[in-house]
Every structure is written in C-alpha cells, then in structure tokens.
C-alpha cells in the first residue's frame, strides 16, 4: 500500500493543501478542520484505497481508515502539507465552534477519553472479582470451594477500586489541563478531596464526618471518593486562579507563590461550598436517571436503546461517561450502568447488521470493510462499522437500531445492569455479574438476530444490492494462459521463516485484507530481502515498511513487525533508499527481532499488494529463504 499516494489523493479531493487549516486523527479516523467544506469530494474519497467511510461532524470532515492505517496516512499528510496555519490558534477558534451543548460534549470528551484506559483496567478488575465471589457452583463461589485464593480475592478488590476511590486524581489532573492549568496542581487538588483524613464519601450517613474548627466556622471533612461533577467544577476554578495569578504575580516570584495561592484557595472553596453543592446535584442526577429508567422498565430501556445509536452519530454519547462513572460508582444504590448495558445491544447490532451485508453483498471492496469492521463492532468500536457501512447504506443503519431497542427493552425488563466498565460488546459479560451472564447474552443475542434479519429483509425489499459496482470476474488458468501480452510477477520471499496466508496474520486488519492480499511471514531472522528486481518507491520514516514497484509496474509494500510503527525507527535500519534499483535478493532493511519481542510486539512480517493491482496467488511454505516463489501476481 503506497500511504503517499494515498495521502496526496486526500489531501487533494479535500479541496487541497490551501483548503486544509489542521489535520489529525484519533484511534480509527482522519479528521480535517477545512476552510471550505464545500470543497471536499466525498465520493472519490470513499473509493480511495483503505478508505472504509466517510462524514462531516460538527464542521469537522473524518474519514475513517481503521486502526493502525490512519497513523500511515495522517503522517503522509501532514508531511505533504507541511506546516498549515498556527495550530493553537486553530484549535482555539475551533474550541469555540458549535453549539453550547456540542461545547460541553467535546470539553467532557477531551477530559474523559485519556483516563478511560485506567477507569477500564479498573471495570475488568471488578468483572475478575465478581467471578471469584459470585455463588457459581451450587451457591458457592469460587473462593468457597478454594480458600487458598482469598488473598487473591482480597489483592484484586484493592486493585479494581483503587481507580473509582482516586477518580477525583485522575480527573483532576485531565480536567486541569484541558482547562489551561497546571495537571500536576489538578492531580494534588485531587489528592486532597480524597485525604485519608477525610470522611470516606461511601461512609456519608454510616460515620461520623470529622469538622475543622476554623476561627469559630465548622467546615465538615468529607471526602469525594468515585465523585464527577466537584472535581470538574474545582479543577476549572483551579485553572482559572492560577491563570490569574500567572498574569499579575512578578516573575520572580511566581513558582513560590502562585502553586500555594491556587491550591489553598481552590481547596476551602472546595470544602466550604463547591464540593458540597455539586456533591449533592451528582447524586440527584444519577438518582434521577436511575428512577426514569427504573420506572418505564422495558419501555425506558428499549426508547434509550432505539436513540443510542443516533446519539453516537452526534459525538453526544461522551456526555455519559460522566453519568456512567457516577452510576458505577454508588452501584451500592443505584445497583450499577444500565448505559453500559445499551452500548453493548448498540455495538453487536451494529456488527450482525455489517456481518449480514458482507454475507449479501457481491462489492468486494465492501466485503472488505464489513469483515474488518463487523468483527471490531462486535467486540466494541462501531465507528467504522457505522460510518463505513450501515449508514451508508441506511436501512442497515435502521434495522441495527431497532435490534438495539429490543435487546435494551429486554435488559431493562430483567435489571441487567453493568458493574464495571469494560469493552461494550461480546466481551462485556466480565462487566456483569455472574447472575446477570445469561440475560445478558439473551438481550445480545436478540438484538444480532433482528438486526441481522432485518438487515436482509430490507436488502431484498429495496435492492440495496442493485448499484453495487460490478466485480471482475477472476480468469481461470486457461483464461490467462489465452491472454496475450499479459506479464506475471514473480515474488520470492523477503525473509526466511514460515510463509502464510495474509489471511493468518496476527494482525486483523492485514488477515482481513483491507490493507490488500498477500503473505504473512514468521521469520526465522530479522533480515528482509528484495523479493523481485525493481524500484523502491517509499520508506516510511520509522524504517518499518518499505514499498516496491516491480518491473511488471505491480506495487506491494512489505511490513516489518506487528505495531511496530511504535518503536520509532529503534532498532531498523534500512539498506536502500527512494529510488533505489534493486535486485531479488537485495539486502533492504534489517530489525531487532529480540528488541521487537522486547517491546511487546510481533516480529511477523506481510507483503501485501496494493488493492486492485492483480490477482494473487499465494503458495505458503515452511522453511522459505530467498530462493522461494511465494506470490504470482497476474
């Protein structure tokens, strides 16, 4: 896959380098502020190679090329762009764009995204705890019919709660910096509304809460432990004092000052007002929505569930981490996250309805996406899925909702609620408790088999498949053999080790083919090989994946190692150069196998056509040197 061209093909069905103010991505998404957006071209772009949806949200223009292919492309870009306007200022007129309510959404995004990781390692903790404690065999638990692991038991509890107990830190330090503040001052602001010496915050009408006498006002010592809304509010009065302070403080005393002014005066407020209000106004919310969602039941479940999905589409749905995490944390009230119920009926939904296009389709471009895009919806990230098939096509997008609303409706109506978070989708039963395992796969399953169903209900009532690109027929031998002037390519292998079918590579998106066919090599040395006469066409900066033009004019790229994108050119080191002539068996790039593992990841290398540059035929063999045929490329 040449990134560079893609990348220049981007850049120019976008309207150009002069209509493009900031380029970036996340996970999966390449994500353009334009100047113009009336400018892009989203029809060439979707036909783009590896290119699996796009869509404009909130003035900002995504394309969706999946996990680990967006970093290729985004960097490609921003290398051929260069340097575009100031990027802080951008960022900042942009901070101001849209709605109050999509302001609010995205500032929670922006604070929530970066500790979720911790929040998650925390939510699965739970899910190990759960198991060891629930009364799974006979009424007795694990721990029960083996005492040896209490102390195991006891250690993971610690482990899960220790990430809700310090939310207040983890929040704190994001929070702050989001709003223009020192993280470190909103981690200690944190630190604080969770002293030890404090009232713990799960312990308010149990225990007695500790008073400071100061000059004859009572200010109670109450903790903030699994709290939301008082940390956020602190740390943005936090940030706002110390700004100040920063402007008006001389030079030469402000790292004295301004540290101890900002913490001292954000913590009485804290204490005195702020904590308490929004302490109280948390705990109402959650209680609020746990008594709607209570009340209507099955009805309450299946309405959230059926407008979950379209909340996704506005980006809305970050607002529930908040929520959630509140709702999570006072699971001794409120009995758990009924949201991270839905979100998992949404996620599968949206898989069965994509699994369902790819088994009806005959687009094989879109069977590529919906392989790679379904599988990954199923275990919890639906963007692709989403953006790259069911709302493109519609009704899929329709059917996967309605199967979201009956598999809520149902978890509603049998109070299966989450109490951890985790990955919403399949893996979300070690969120569940034990008793909860078999409901929950209920509702799973009856919101993949509607949305399935539906799916192909839909297809054959509206001929979703009538203007499908017509695919080329592949030729059989006896075809090519008749074919005049039609030239092979013959590639032998770039490393010696076991050669596979690009379908077994430990990488899902080069086993799905979305990045094109090839092979999959477990090499046996950390030394790549030319693998025909030709002409290096790229090297990636990180010296980890090389593109060849053979002679024929075929492209493929070769990829060293699994993610190691990550290690930044440590350990690689390459032997040609852009535009360099090579022969088969040409020395090219050698790697640290053993730094690799090190790292953590895979020495497994692929080489891989480009998409829709001929027909591949693969021949695996164990024990390839350079000397062994391993593609025929007609």
């Not at 071209?41 to 680990?68: W, Y």
């Not at 493109?392 to 609620?417: C, E, H, N, Q």
């Amino acid at each position: 896959m040449d990134y560079a061209k893609i990348a220049g093909q981007v850049i120019a069905n976008v309207g150009g380098k002069e209509n493009i103010k900031s380029v970036a991505h996340c996970a999966t998404r390449l994500r353009f502020q334009l100047k113009n957006n009336d400018l892009r071209n989203e029809e060439a772009i979707s036909d783009l190679e590896g290119v699996k949806g796009v869509f404009l949200t909130q003035s900002q223009f995504q394309i969706i090329f999946g996990s680990g292919l967006v970093n290729l492309v985004c960097d490609e870009v921003q290398k051929q762009i260069g340097d575009v306007s100031s990027a802080g200022g951008e960022e900042e007129k942009e901070e101001k764009q849209g709605s109050v309510v999509q302001r609010f959404v995205k500032m929670l995004s922006d604070i929530f995204v970066p500790i979720i990781p911790a929040i998650v390692a925390g939510g699965l903790l739970m899910g190990l705890n759960n198991i060891l404690t629930a009364g799974l065999f006979d009424g007795r638990s694990i721990i029960e019919l083996y005492p040896q692991w209490k102390g195991l038991t006891q250690a993971v509890n610690t482990f899960a709660n220790a990430p809700f107990t310090f939310l207040p830190v983890l929040i704190g330090f994001s929070a702050t910096k989001k709003f223009g503040g020192n993280p470190f001052l909103g981690a200690a602001m944190g630190m604080i509304m969770v002293h030890p010496d404090l009232l713990n915050a799960y312990q308010i009408g149990i225990g007695q809460a500790p008073v400071w006498d100061i000059f004859g006002f009572n200010i109670q010592a109450i903790g903030y432990q699994g709290t939301v809304l008082p940390v956020l509010a602190v740390s943005w009065i936090l940030a706002q004092i110390e700004k100040r302070l920063h402007k008006v403080t001389p030079t030469w005393l402000d790292n004295l000052t301004t540290p101890l002014l900002s913490i001292i005066v954000t913590a009485f407020l804290t204490f005195i007002c702020v904590g308490p209000v929004l302490r109280e106004a948390g705990d109402l919310l959650a209680d609020g929505i746990t008594w709607v969602y209570n009340t209507l039941g099955a009805v309450g479940g299946g309405l959230f569930g059926f407008v979950y999905a379209p909340i996704t589409m506005t980006g809305l749905h970050h607002s529930f981490i908040a929520i959630e995490t509140q709702l999570l944390a006072a699971k001794a009230v409120t009995g758990g996250s009924f949201i991270f119920t839905t979100a998992s009926m949404n996620n599968v939904a949206q898989g069965a309805a994509v699994l369902a296009v790819l088994f009806l389709t005959k687009d094989q471009k879109q069977k590529s996406i919906c392989s790679a895009s379904g599988v990954s919806a199923l275990l919890g990230i639906t963007e692709p899925a989403m953006f790259g098939v069911t709302l493109k096509l519609k009704y899929p997008f329709y059917a996967a909702i309605i199967g979201t609303a009956v598999g809520s409706a149902y978890a509603a109506a049998t109070r299966t609620l989450a109490q951890a978070l985790g990955a919403a989708g399949i893996p979300g039963f070690i969120s569940m408790k034990p008793e909860h395992f078999l409901h929950f796969g209920i509702g799973l399953i009856l919101s993949m088999v509607i949305s399935a169903g539906l799916t192909v209900v839909f297809w054959k009532k509206y001929n979703l498949g009538g203007n499908e690109k017509t695919v080329k027929p592949v030729q059989t031998s006896e075809e090519r053999e008749k074919a005049p002037g039609q030239a092979e390519t013959v590639l032998y292998s770039p490393m010696k080790g076991e050669v596979l079918y690009i379908t077994e590579s430990e990488d899902a998106a080069f086993a799905s083919k979305a990045m094109g066919d090839g092979v999959a090599v477990n090499p046996s040395e950390g030394t790549v090989y030319a693998p025909c006469d030709g002409t290096v066409t790229m090297i990636f900066p990180t010296k980890h994946a090389i593109a060849i033009q053979a002679e024929t004019g075929k492209s493929f790229l070769i990829h060293a190692g699994i993610d190691t994108v990550k290690m930044e050119g440590e350990g690689f080191e390459t032997f040609v150069e852009a535009g360099t002539k090579v022969k088969q068996g040409d020395k090219i790039l050698t790697f640290d196998m053993d730094l690799v593992k090190e790292k953590g990841y895979s020495a497994q290398t692929m080489m891989t056509l480009a998409e829709g540059d001929g027909q591949v035929e693969v021949i695996p063999k164990t024990g390839a040197d350079t000397k062994t045929q391993v593609m025929i490329v007609r």
